[in-house]
């Protein structure tokens, strides 16, 4: 039997009235395949308080760039947004406003993008015009959303460009990118989303092509930018090192959910998921002895077609309790007094509250719909 869709408004959940710049509410994205629909976020919702920054990590597959993406409108078909609500709250005194009210070919959205939330993606060389200057396409922004006056706009192009360190910022604002290295290719991407002073920032692996040295200047600059400007940042990766370097909370997602929330010191120091706890010995670490093997977790994640029951991680798993974790979908529970710290696991009291069965992945028999 066709799967009933829901639409993206049909189940208002109210924000929390805290300063958050952006809250999440219960998102859902399908992919609507010829196959079946595809399910990337089943259920997703963290919010970002003004001025903080959130790591959004992960292995590949689970569904970090698609929730960045999400928060732009710019999921692309045959994806889509079926169920949920993003609360943007761009000034401290603004009323939040659920962007997905919006068409995402709307002027509406068009303002917020780039203007309220701005977005560093991996790969620069795929994200600047290679017909166009970088100071082309920064004043183009500026123009768009800050300024008509192109004189301004390009005087604003050149002092952004020297504030992400860019060495003779006019000399750089009228070369083409395919004639900076991979570093300034970045720093032109992260001036180009900071030219209109956003609110928000997601940065989807923005270091991850590039060697440690520049890495390590990159993430330096975005931190000091960061607290000049005010602003709140997204900042998604799957290397944990960077987590540590950059965020003050973080959330783990595993298949499409939140298997883990907490501030980055409970995360490094006190891990509960044994997926997070598995992440965290996968990594190089300081006093590993001589030909000691760094761990791996065992298996891989799932391909989107096949169809896991239970908790998603339970062919995976070390603490795997069968008749439980392969049958019933863990509950998010808090853990004991620290309502911040949050699990999705069998192991930690009142994670079979809400109790359900429910499968991941692929949902076989449901109806391909358009986008
Ligand atoms: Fe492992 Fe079970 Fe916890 Fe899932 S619910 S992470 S399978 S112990």
Not at 210 to 222: F, P
């Amino acid at each position: 039997m066709a799967e009933t869709i829901p639409s993206a408004q049909s189940t208002e959940i109210r924000p929390t009235g805290e300063d958050n710049v952006i809250e999440v509410l219960d998102l859902h994205v399908h992919f609507f395949t010829t196959l079946g629909v595809v399910r990337a976020l089943n259920g997703v919702t963290f919010k970002i308080p003004r001025g903080r920054v959130l790591g959004v990590v992960g292995e590949s597959g689970s569904g970090k760039s698609v929730t960045g993406f999400s928060i732009m409108q710019l999921v692309q078909h045959p994806g889509k947004i079926v169920k949920g609500q993003i609360l943007l709250k761009a000034r401290k005194d603004d009323q939040p406003i659920n962007i997905l009210k919006y068409d995402r070919h709307s002027q509406q959205m068009r303002n917020i993008r780039g203007n309220e939330v701005g977005m560093i993606f991996q790969e620069p060389m795929t994200s600047l015009n290679p017909s166009y200057t970088v100071g082309n396409q920064i004043q183009e922004a500026i123009l768009l959303h800050q300024t008509p006056d192109k004189d301004e706009a390009w005087r604003r192009t050149v002092d952004i460009l020297r504030r992400v360190g860019m060495p003779n910022p006019e000399r750089i604002a009228r070369s083409y990118p395919h004639e900076l290295s991979g570093g300034m290719r970045q720093r032109a991407m992260i001036a180009m989303a900071l030219s209109c002073t956003p609110s928000l920032l997601i940065a989807d692996e923005p270091t991850t092509a590039l060697d440690v040295t520049t890495e390590a200047q990159i993430l330096d600059l975005m931190r000091e930018l960061q607290k000049d400007i005010g602003m709140s940042i997204m900042f998604i990766t799957h290397n944990m090192g960077v987590v540590a370097q950059m965020c003050d909370e973080v959330v783990v997602m595993y298949l499409g959910r939140i298997v883990e929330r907490a501030s980055v010191e409970e995360i490094f120091y006190d891990p509960k998921h044994p997926y997070t706890v598995a992440l965290l010995r996968s990594i190089p670490r300081i006093g590993l002895s001589k030909g000691e093997k760094l761990e791996v977790i065992k298996g891989g994640v799932p391909d989107s077609y096949s169809t896991v029951t239970g908790c998603p991680f339970h062919p995976r798993c070390p603490n795997f309790m069968p008749g439980i974790c392969d049958k019933v979908m863990p509950a998010e529970t808090p853990i004991e007094g620290n309502p911040h710290h949050t699990v999705r696991c069998h192991l930690y009291p009142g994670s079979a509250a809400e109790a359900e069965v429910e499968t991941s992945g692929l949902a076989p028999g449901t109806a391909p719909a358009a986008s």
